[in-house]
């Protein structure tokens, strides 16, 4: 192969990667949803093979496993909306009271930067006073008003917007539920279908179609893909459930308000490796602020979460899935930013599942292997 050729072929790579990622970009409302079905499918489908073995149709095992999968969500879902909505709702207040503690606290601090300096001040307009006439002491006088005003003005305009973004962030969630809600219902009806019929279409795929060449290795890189992603999935699950199960139950003891809710918030977030730790302990300062002011108490709640978290992500999680799930921590954020570029939050959820299904095609083809190597990289 000349140069000129092998430059053509090195652009026509770059091409075809850029046009894969633009068109991930553009149908992200179709990927999300057939890749989310097809990883819970893929976690259901040998539940739904050993009723087969027992003579229970796959219709019947499929519709018994969505229902058992969507109840405990529904339940959780239904007990949290209370709390969720009175946090919805009183998210301007809370807004509006914590810029007030801030502003006040800010005051304290400028005042106590410009003792001195008003003590000089005075001091000179003393000496200016003796040599000034009564009209000039009296328009000195009258000038701190005007920038009293202004200042509370500042303040009051300060309020208002924090008041006003707080209300936008609500709405543009309410607008957006519509069509996640429409997503998942989708979802669903696909998981089903894939459930029942998608066995029979992946065995016309390896028999009949000819792009299958070795038909016996893909049926067992399927298989290697479906084994180890359902264990890594239900493994990271049940991790992530007694996670939250944990920190509501220290919450509780504690006595902060909703910790069922905050439990479940920060066993979800921590789907997102690093990333969704440091966004509970964002969430659960502030909360700590809400319900105790800005005092030494407010960090509690993610004190105690983050000994939790620690805990978890140290001696926990790498003790349980050991060295076979193994990714480098650098690469598992350069993913996530990806992948949130691409999908959003979604695809932030999605980002982890996707690299270790990517890493087990590469390591049972084996092609590729210095990059197995460098995602397995641990420093």
């Known amino acids: 192969m000349s140069l000129r050729e092998a430059r053509q072929t090195h652009l026509l790579k770059v091409f075809l990667v850029l046009s894969a990622i633009y ?10 949803p057939l890749v989310f079905s097809a990883f819970v499918a893929l976690l259901l489908s040998p539940l739904v093979a050993l009723g087969r073995k027992i003579y229970i149709p796959r219709t019947i095992s499929a519709f ?3 229902g058992l999968l969507i109840a405990p969500f529904t339940f959780l879902g239904v007990e949290l909306v209370k709390p969720a909505e009175r946090w919805m709702e009183t998210l301007p207040k809370i807004s509006a009271e914590l810029t007030e503690q801030i502003n006040e606290i800010s005051e304290k601090f400028e005042n106590e930067q410009n003792a001195a300096q008003l003590k000089a001040e005075e001091e000179k307009k003393r000496k200016e006073a003796e040599e000034a006439s009564f009209f000039d002491r009296l328009f000195k006088d009258d000038e701190p008003e005007p920038e009293v005003k202004k200042e509370e ?8 917007k924090i008041k006003q973004g707080s209300i936008e962030v609500l709405l543009s969630l309410l607008a957006s539920a519509p ?14 279908f894939l459930l029942i019929f998608g066995p029979a279409l992946f065995k016309v795929f390896i028999q009949d179609f000819p792009v299958v060449v070795n038909k016996d290795r893909t049926v067992e890189l399927v298989g290697q893909i479906q084994k180890r992603l359902s264990s890594y999935i239900i493994t990271i699950s049940i991790i992530n459930g007694l996670l939250g199960s944990a920190t509501a139950a220290a919450f509780y003891v504690l006595g902060v308000e909703d910790a069922i809710l905050w439990g479940a918030l920060v066993g979800m977030l921590n789907f997102v490796p690093y990333l969704g730790g440091l966004i509970s302990c ?23 979460f983050l000994c939790i978290n620690i805990l978890e992500s140290q001696f926990i999680t790498p003790a349980i899935l050991g060295k076979s799930f193994r990714l480098n921590p ?20 999605l980002a982890v599942p996707i690299l270790v299904c990517i890493k087990i ?4 083809l084996h092609v590729l292997p210095h990059w197995v190597k460098l995602l397995e990289s641990d420093g």
């Open 23 to 32: 068109t991930l970009y553009l149908a992200k409302t179709l990927f999300i």
């Open 64 to 66: 018994v496993l969505i």
């Open 153 to 160: 003005a500042e303040e009051s305009v300060v309020t208002g």
């Open 179 to 192: 069509f996640l809600i429409a997503q998942m219902f989708g979802s669903v009806i696909l998981i089903l």
């Open 282 to 304: 964002t969430i659960l300062l502030m909360v700590g602020v809400v319900q105790y002011g800005l005092v030494s108490t407010a960090f509690l709640p993610p004190a105690v």
């Open 330 to 349: 650098l690469i598992i954020i350069l993913w996530l930013a990806v992948m949130g570029w691409l999908w959003g939050i979604i695809g932030v959820l």
């Open 361 to 364: 095609i590469f390591e049972h």
